[in-house]
């Protein structure tokens, strides 16, 4: 039942539960807010949107205020008008009136409200908070005196990014907001993801990268899709004097509002000084610049040369995940109609090959089967193989938020991803062991009759076969294989089993092994047997690595599919083309990524056309790649920079980049969204489908597309998933496929009542070692990954100044018993090296790598984690184990070291210093029965053991509770007991209550002062007696009153102190 | 002398007794004190009736009882009892040497109470070390008291010293075993009717029973706002939730206040009683108590309390044999006042900064980890026992119509005798501050009352017949607040008491919400201004209008109440703050910036001490006319064994002078006039 409320006369008829603000909104009125943000828990702490609300006592923070029915509620009278002007008045009496140099001059919500009510400056004027501008990174500045404390730049990092960088600390007008130790954000576990810059209603803080580059309403905003990872965030560019100065989170339906650093401030590379501005032909061995009239006759010439004398299957062409959906279909229809080879393919290949092969075996459809919003309604979350806070960072605020909502969080990892910080169960698995621990899940639900028999029985075939071929995993011999406890192994299966609604989230630690397709299966047949998919909120979801990745596989750049899956040895679907296409198309399927290097090492392949990737880093073995290429007759590359790969080329030429174009991406939830042009290419770059369809046309094959929105007219022809797929349909949420007509609303989520193929199918999957294994000669576990600052190669994020300040190279993770056993500490240099090459790089020594395991990012070109990795494929879906390799680690020199640790080193040095035994925080955690809310107690145990709050020991009681060091920090500068700092051993507390305040406290302060020689809140110099002046110490009676540790004295006069205290002297 | 004996009323009497801590027996606490219940025999009767006599010291020849609240301690009585040990043990005497909570009269700390069998309990005041031989010789021994130390006789523990006037007008429900019970010992609150109320819920009464009758006592909530406890519970009873939580709040803070602590050092199962007995009525499994940790005696009473009590069945599972199981745990705070708001409380068991949070949800609906949870203060809990097993109507025969039942008053500041008292609601100001507390100090003028800490406001002579209950004291623009009174004489300037309580505040203040965060300073600034004599008279409309404001539009209980002191000071006692902005001056001399010191001529006598202590050397040495001061003056006079000359009086050079005190303080003679 709706309540009915009358707002400034008007009735209004809102659900229960909705607040006084919205309401008030619905109604038309127009309420100023600070503090509020829908998006976030409501504090009313500006009091700004009060109201009157008739019975009520006094005005009424609406912002946090539930409806009642019928209520009556007045938003505009005098007495609040009133009231607003005096809060702004406050407001302005303590914040500098600089507008005319603020950045946020035209944007800033107490500028807008001051000017609305009329409030030019303060009347009350005083006191004023100290500037303090922490701007020791890259992209945050924040600007302390600018703050009104409106909190939601704190809630925004806790409750939407769960990371807790910053806090209050402080109280009264001392309050503050900062992160721990009023240190600079680069010193805190900041992600600088910008959602509080986002937030800040004022100039507090502002994007570095903006300065100076013009006021707000000079900026166009260009709405459109990230460039990064396969999320598909929404962005704006912020374009002035056609440049990109700016990005701004879009609410988009994938991130809310949300973005990580990369989205944020990634975007230094659109005008990089480095940009490809024209072609580059090589000539006597160097690339040197040339018209588009010579480099494209040229590639004409020479890719119809080799067509010709060694026939269309000696040329290959790697398409793009960073290209629109447009031109991954322009550039497979390239290859297949005007080359005449199935030798098309890209890097999913190298992420999501074994994906697409599994889950089209099992549910008949290769995607993510549900969508990301739903993560956050699951009940249980079972994330394996994907370092999701890393690789897919606003994904993981959805799980973080599914946690906080109480779901369960099951982690599998050989590391201690953040994420399996907050699970509920960590298991911690060899790499390469993965089908085995599934099994070992399975196993268990099997046995204990968790799994969902109605479900199995009516919308999956096989489960006989299946169910035997578990058999052999027990718990024991699970146990052994993959190193985790049967315990873990048997909660897993509970978490997983029991819960009402629960979701699979894995990325490249499933797929790229040489078992990766049997992972695959795996996870679809855990999935099927507790029938978790098919409906909301549950599936097996895939998350893609790359912005387009599963537009680029939905296109057909694969050599066995046309677009939309559609084989290209099916007679029926390849005549379907040939007719549009207007030639013969290839039966054969052509050569995946791997394949292609292989043959061209051979000989077989003379010819390679490579669109935006970078094979040369990015794919295993890399000496082995690069051999290859130097092998071909002729390699053409077309990028945005001149890559590692495209230095090797004979043409380069120059393309357009994501904000130079139109078109669409797909995200990982298969939904299409639009991508628009903000600004022109530089110097004669020109978009990928353009320079392709002129080189067609220059190689005899009419192909003349006026839009990409006619291109997509033509793929919507030919691909039946993408058939209602128009961009005029976008809008800015997109559509998810499979969309069959123009009528159709997109889908959410696969699988509803019947998969794809008819019925799941379950397939047994037997537990098959990695390609490589450690030995003697190389005894370690080899695994590689991503981390948050960099993408892929590196040729975007690491021409980000910014990036590169807080990521500056690679590093090689390992566990201390190792380090130790080959004479490694944390920071220094050392070498890996495996049968395919060596690589020398930083030493991080952490706990969190299970032992015996090695980690190395990829993304860095002069210490490429590649350069070890084994090219071993998986047998179906041709991936490369990139995942598993043995190596060996020496001790190594490094020629200029990367950016030290200087928190972890002061903390190292305060405790040696002080002398502080951090076990004995250990001891008091592990003293209390329940964890609930007891932080504060802790502090209170450990003051009394060091006699104030050493700051390694908060750091480690913020690690032990898992709360934000900034969190603590704050709750220790709150309360009025906690000391920061060394105190004397006799703490003497004066009373400065009222009883003792009217009876003469003032001269029994003045007389301690006098005697020692110290001011209150002050110690002596030998630390012999702190004074420390307290509210009121209960003992009014006998004002005025003392203590001295726990001896209270009554009834003082200053000469009866003096005596008192030569007692302790 | 005898060592205290703990546990006693455990005992069982023979083997058909089946109690035991984890398996407590339903009968328990009337078995102990009547029994045996289960069974009759004579020779266990006996046994209950030998071991309930010795709780009560009734076999004991004499008694010596030392005041040991944190105000005894506070004034000596740890040395005290050291040498009545001493003085008992050299003397031989065969007598009990045991320790009680607070009676109330601080005035008189250290107190001592002696009780020789048959004879009414003496108690002596203000005793001191040395006094103690006497007493023990005198009248343990001699069996006479020392007349000259006694403060007065008890006949009656339910209306102690009836011929105290600071006693006569009391009455003591709350208080009711403060001072006569050793609070560290279960056995003793037992046979003072202790733990009777839970026997009779747990036995008699359906929760709802028990929100009925303590709803129709008409208790309200003893921290201050006045909420009716009863319907407190129902609410928290009514809203759903996996789990609830009962919480005491024990986070006296208001300065000038010590009501709650006086009852948990000197009753503390009295508060577990009623915690108990709220979880009954709302369906709790769990408790906090929330206490600060400035009160070291307290916690550790109550540590002990809540140990005894789950020794004994009264805490755990299954109390008393019934369906209830509650534990109670203590939270220590960390030094912050807000927290005694609270939803700020809650915060701070949570783990976090105690920062309030806006209402609704209540507590009583969303409260600790997000469930129901109700929130009681100390006072209040410590009643519930005594409603029970008295009934509502003769709680709610105390009090006025609106406020039911009495009230724990704090006495402090300038009045005759500090202490604690419980009076009836609606006793007068006049009656608590001039019959109970005994006027002003050293009989100076009375100035004002100062009434429920920062939140609460000062009340002039005028409102002295104000009856003290919710809506009376609302009404003057005070509040009741917890229940502290500081008495304020005419030293007291109430200009700078206004200043105090902003300073307070804005030291307190979370800084959460602008008009707390930044409108108390700029009140604080004024106030500084006029205190310093740089007011102007349209400070005060700015500060009254600023006050208003802060009032209304303030997130909670803190910024709400923090303008009270100022607006009741500028209501009551305008002319103060005229005189600092007209006149410049303090009439008190309190105000640093506003007084000059003089010095008095005719009482001088011109020894230099001042002078030599000034810091500014603003006190002259007075010049000599020339022939005089040579040889002995005719009247020189003896000071520290010699003759000095006759001098002529010294002088304080105004413009050098920093106003610091030091030579008024130096001063033998009240020669030094400040003004």
């Given amino acids: 039942m709706p309540y009915t409320l009358t707002i400034d006369g008007k009735q209004v008829s809102v659900e229960p539960g909705t607040t006084v603000l919205e309401a008030s909104t619905v109604a038309g009125a127009e309420i100023p807010t600070l503090c509020h943000d829908p998006a976030l828990s409501a504090v009313g702490a500006c009091r700004l949107c009060v109201v009157e609300v008739e019975g009520a006592k006094g005005p009424v923070a609406s912002c946090a205020m539930p409806v009642a029915d019928g209520m009556v509620v007045h938003t505009q009278t005098e007495r609040i008008l009133t009231s607003r002007r005096l809060i702004l008045d406050l407001l302005l009496s303590d914040h500098p009136k600089d507008c005319l140099t603020c950045e946020k001059n035209g944007a800033c919500k107490l500028q807008e409200y001051a000017y609305k009510y009329g409030v030019r400056g303060p009347t009350l004027v005083g006191h004023t908070r100290k500037p303090v501008v922490d701007r020791n990174n890259p992209f945050i500045e924040r600007d302390n005196e600018k703050c009104i404390l409106c909190g939601r730049c704190v809630r925004v990092c806790h409750e939407v990014q769960g990371v807790g960088a910053i806090d209050y600390a402080y109280r009264g007008f001392d309050a503050r907001i900062t992160p721990a130790y009023d240190e600079g954000l680069d010193q805190s576990p900041c992600v600088f993801c910008g959602s509080c810059v986002a937030s800040c209603p004022v100039g507090a803080l502002s994007p570095k990268l903006e300065k100076m580059t013009g006021r707000s309403w000079e900026k166009t905003k260009v709405p459109t899709i990230c460039p990064y990872c396969g999320t598909g965030c929404a962005i704006n560019l912020l374009v002035k004097d056609g440049r990109v100065v700016g990005v701004e989170p879009g609410d988009g339906p994938a991130n809310h509002g949300r973005l990580c650093v990369k989205g944020r401030f990634g975007y230094e590379f659109i005008h990089h000084p480095e940009r490809l501005t024209q072609p580059l032909v090589r000539r006597d061995g160097n690339l040197a610049p040339a018209t588009w009239d010579e480099a494209l006759e040229l590639v004409a010439a020479r890719l119809s040369g080799i067509k010709g004398r060694y026939g269309p299957d000696a040329v290959a062409g790697l398409s793009s995940a960073r290209c629109t959906n447009e031109e991954n279909y322009v550039m497979q229809k390239f290859m297949r109609a005007v080359i005449g080879t199935n030798n098309v393919d890209h890097c999913a290949r190298l992420c999501h090959a074994s994906t697409v092969a599994g889950l089209a075996a099992a549910f008949g459809s290769g995607a993510m089967t549900n969508s990301i919003d739903e993560i956050a309604m699951a009940d249980a979350i079972f994330i394996i193989g994907s370092n999701t806070t890393e690789t897919h960072p606003v994904i993981a605020l959805r799980v973080k938020e599914a946690v906080a909502r109480g779901a369960k969080l099951i982690v599998a990892d050989p590391r201690t991803i953040e994420l399996a910080e907050l699970a509920d169960v960590h298991l911690q698995h060899i790499p390469g062991t993965d089908v085995a621990l599934l099994c070992g899940i399975m196993r268990v639900i099997l046995k204990q009759g968790l799994f969902d028999k109605e479900f199995v029985a009516e919308r999956t075939e096989g489960f006989e076969e299946f169910a035997r071929s578990l058999e052999p995993y027990t718990l024991e011999f699970v146990e052994g294989i993959t190193g985790v406890p049967a315990g873990h192994i048997v909660r897993a299966a509970h978490l997983y089993a029991e819960a009402e609604r629960a979701t699979i989230l894995y990325t490249m630690g499933i797929t790229q092994h040489t078992t990766g397709t049997d992972n695959v299966l795996a996870i679809a047949d855990l999935a099927m047997l507790t029938g978790n998919v098919g409906r909301e909120g549950t599936g097996v979801n895939p998350l893609r690595g790359q912005n387009n990745v599963q537009g680029a596989c939905d296109m057909g750049a694969l050599p066995n599919f046309f677009p939309g899956y559609q084989r290209v040895d099916d007679d029926a679907a390849r005549a379907r083309f040939e007719a549009a296409w207007r030639v013969d198309l290839p039966r054969k399927p052509g050569l995946t990524v791997v394949e292609m290097f292989s043959a061209a090492a051979r000989g077989d392949i003379r010819a390679m056309y490579i669109c935006g990737e970078n094979p040369v880093v990015s794919d295993p073995d890399i000496g082995h790649v690069r051999g290859a290429l130097e092998n071909l007759d002729f390699l053409v590359a077309q990028d945005i920079f001149l890559t590692e790969t495209a230095a090797l080329a004979d043409v380069v030429l120059p393309a357009a980049s994501f904000a130079e174009k139109d078109g669409t991406f797909t995200n990982t939830e298969r939904r299409v969204q639009l991508v628009s042009k903000a600004v022109d290419p530089p110097g004669e770059a020109r978009s990928d489908w353009e320079i392709i369809m002129d080189l067609a046309r220059r190689m005899g094959y009419r192909m003349e597309y006026r839009s990409t929105a006619e291109l997509m007219e033509e793929i919507a022809l030919l691909t039946p998933i993408y058939g209602g797929i128009r961009h005029g349909r976008l809008g800015s949420d997109g559509l998810q496929w499979p969309c069959p007509s123009v009528s159709h609303p997109g889908t959410k989520f696969l699988h509803k009542d019947r998969f794809s193929r008819g019925l799941g199918k379950f397939s047994p999957v037997n537990f098959i070692p990695p390609d490589e294994l450690p030995d003697d000669e190389y005894p370690l576990v080899f695994t590689t990954g991503r981390v948050l600052y960099h993408y892929h190669t590196g040729s975007m994020t690491r021409r980000s100044s910014g990036l590169n300040w807080l990521c500056p190279g690679a590093y090689v993770e390992l566990d201390p018993a190792t380090a130790e056993r080959h004479g490694i500490a944390d920071g220094d240099a050392v070498k890996l090296v495996s049968r395919r090459g060596e690589v020398v790089a930083q030493a991080k020594v952490t706990e969190g790598i299970r032992p015996g395991t090695v980690f190395m990012p990829f993304h860095f070109a002069e210490a490429a984690a590649n350069v070890l990795t084994n090219p071993a494929v998986d047998k179906i879906a041709k991936i490369p184990e990139l995942k598993v390799c043995a190596v060996r680690v020496v001790r190594a020199h490094l020629p200029g070291a990367a950016r030290p640790d200087l928190a972890a080193a002061r903390t190292r040095v305060q405790t040696i210093r002080e002398g502080i035994d951090l076990r004995k925080v250990d001891e008091i955690y592990e003293g209390f029965e329940a964890r609930e809310g007891i932080l504060i107690p802790m502090l209170q145990k450990m003051q009394d053991v060091y006699g104030y709050l050493p700051r390694p020991a908060l750091e480690r009681a913020a690690k032990l509770l898992r709360v934000p060091l900034a969190r603590v920090y704050g709750v220790a500068t709150f309360y009025a007991q906690f000391r920061l700092k060394p105190r004397g051993r006799n703490i003497i507390r004066v009373c400065q209550g009222t009883a003792c305040h009217v009876r003469g406290s003032r001269d029994i302060l003045k007389e301690v002062t006098s005697v020692l020689g110290v001011g209150p809140g002050e110690s002596t110099d030998d630390l012999r007696f702190s004074l420390e002046p307290v509210a009121c110490l209960g003992a009014c009676g006998l004002a005025p009153t003392m203590m001295i540790n726990d001896d209270t004295y009554g009834r003082l006069t200053p000469r009866k102190v003096r005596g008192i205290l030569d007692k302790y002297k | ?675």
Avoid at chain 2, 611 to 631: N, W
């Fill in chain 2, 1 to 675: 002398m005898r060592v205290r004996e703990m546990g006693l009323l455990l005992f069982k009497c023979c083997d058909k007794c089946t109690h035991f801590g984890e398996k407590p027996c339903p009968d328990f606490v009337k078995c102990r004190v009547l029994g045996p219940v289960c069974h009759d025999n004579p020779g266990c009767r006996e046994l209950r009736k030998t071991l309930a006599a010795r709780v009560r010291r009734e076999d004991a020849p004499a008694r010596v009882i030392v005041g040991m609240g944190t105000c005894g301690i506070a004034a000596g009585a740890g040395e005290v009892f050291d040498a009545l040990q001493r003085a008992l043990e050299g003397a031989g005497v065969v007598a009990t040497l045991e320790r009680t909570g607070c009676i109330g009269m601080c005035e008189q700390e250290v107190l001592v109470d002696v009780v020789l069998a048959g004879s009414p309990r003496v108690t002596y005041g203000r005793v001191t070390p040395d006094m103690v031989e006497r007493i023990v010789v005198e009248h343990l021994v001699g069996k006479k008291p020392v007349a000259e130390w006694v403060v007065g006789e008890i006949l009656d523990e339910t209306r102690p010293y009836e011929d105290l006037p600071f006693y006569s007008k009391q009455h003591r429900v709350v208080l009711r075993n403060c001072g006569f019970i050793d609070p560290e010992n279960i056995d003793e609150y037992l046979v003072h009717e202790g733990y009777v109320a839970l026997s009779k819920i747990l036995s008699e009464m359906t929760p709802e029973d028990v929100i009925e009758e303590v709803k129709k006592s008409g208790l309200r909530g003893r921290g201050g706002a006045g909420f009716p406890t009863g319907m407190k519970w129902q609410f928290t009873r009514k809203s759903p939730g996996e789990r609830k939580f009962v919480v005491c709040n024990a986070d006296e803070g208001d300065p000038g206040a010590f009501m709650d602590r006086s009852v948990l050092e000197g009753d503390p199962h009295a508060v577990l009683e009623g915690m108990i007995i709220a979880a009954y009525a709302i369906g709790a499994e769990k408790g906090y108590i929330y206490v600060r940790a400035e009160y070291p005696l307290a916690v550790s009473r109550l540590k002990l309390a809540i140990a005894q009590a789950r020794e004994y069945g009264f805490l755990g599972h299954n109390i008393l044999g019934s369906e209830l199981s509650f534990d109670i745990v203590i939270k220590e705070g960390a030094g912050a006042f807000v927290c005694g708001e609270e939803t700020a409380l809650l915060a701070s068991i949570q783990g976090e900064r105690g920062m309030p949070r806006p209402r609704p949800p209540f507590p009583a609906v969303r409260g600790l980890f997000g469930m129901p949870t109700n929130i009681n203060n100390v006072e209040t809990y410590a009643s519930v026992a005594s409603i029970i097993r008295n009934g509502a109507a003769w709680y709610a025969g105390f009090g006025t119509e609106k406020s039911k039942g009495t009230k724990v008053f704090a006495l402090a500041g300038k009045i005759k005798n500090t202490g604690l008292v419980e009076v009836p609601m609606g006793t007068t100001l006049r009656e608590v501050v001039f019959d109970i507390g005994g006027g002003i100090k050293d009989d100076r003028k009375f100035k004002a009352v100062q009434i429920g800490g920062p939140s609460g406001g000062c009340l002039p002579e005028s409102l002295l017949d104000l009856p003290v209950d919710y809506e009376s004291l609302t009404g003057a623009g005070a509040i009741m607040g917890s229940g502290g009174l500081v008495v304020a004489d005419e030293d007291t300037c109430m200009v700078d008491l206004a200043r105090f309580f902003l300073q307070f505040v804005q030291n307190e203040s979370c800084g959460k919400c602008v008009p707390c965060r930044i409108g108390t300073l700029r009140m604080l600034e004024i106030l500084n201004r006029i205190t310093e004599g740089k007011g102007v008279m349209e400070d005060v409309d700015t500060l009254t209008e600023l006050a208003t404001r802060v009032k209304e539009l303030s997130l909670c209980g803190l910024g709400q109440t923090a303008p009270n002191p100022v607006l009741s000071t500028v209501r009551y006692f305008r002319d103060e703050y005229e005189a600092h902005i007209k006149d410049k001056k303090c009439p008190a001399g309190v105000c640093q910036a506003l007084t000059s010191y003089t010095i008095l001529a005719e009482k001088c006598r011109s020894c230099g001490l001042c002078a030599k202590v000034c810091p500014s050397g603003a006190i002259e040495v007075p010049k000599m006319p020339e022939g005089e001061g040579e040889g002995e003056g005719e009247s020189g006079e003896e000071l520290s064994g010699r003759r000095v000359p006759r001098k002529k009086p010294y002088e304080i050079l105004q413009d050098r002078c920093i106003k610091c005190g030091a030579c008024e303080k130096e001063c033998r003679f009240d020669a030094i006039l400040r003004r």
